[in-house]
């Protein structure tokens, strides 16, 4: 599954977040290293979100 993500340049570097997920946001220096994590968050959220059985 897809999911749509917002990015945008910071003076840290990036933030990115998912607006489909409440709360699963993420950042990066880099904007490559944002999306890297933003990737990493969103399977997180999605392992915990299954878990609790959301």
């Known amino acids: 599954m897809q999911y749509r993500i917002k990015l945008k340049k910071s003076e840290e570097g990036f933030a990115v977040w998912c607006e489909d997920l409440p709360g699963c946001a993420s950042q990066g220096t880099t904007e490559d290293e944002a999306l890297e994590n933003i ?7 999605l392992i915990v979100r299954d878990e609790l059985k959301i």
């Open 39 to 45: 990737r990493e968050a969103i399977q997180d959220y």
